[in-house]
């Protein structure tokens, strides 16, 4: 199984209607940095963490989207 949390990302924002833009004003960061986010295949468990929090989900359900068997 490969966790990809960049995808993790992509999926939430679009099962949450969430633009890259509007992440990036709530986290008070450039929006290339959401790009970067959402195309690495890592990010720390602290921002999956606070991503998570912001979606209203847990931290497994957002890695769990993710999740690829290969």
Do not use: C
């Not at 099962?15 to 195309?39: D, N």
């Not at 921002?47 to 912001?54: G, P």
């Amino acid at each position: 199984m490969i966790i990809d949390t960049g995808a993790s990302l992509r999926v939430a924002q679009a099962k949450f209607k969430i633009t890259g833009a509007e992440l990036s004003k709530v986290f008070e960061v450039h929006p290339q940095q959401v790009i970067r986010w959402r195309t690495g295949k890592d990010m720390k468990v602290s921002l999956a963490s606070k991503l998570a929090k912001y979606f209203s989900i847990t931290l497994a359900e957002f890695i769990s989207m993710g999740e690829s068997n290969g």
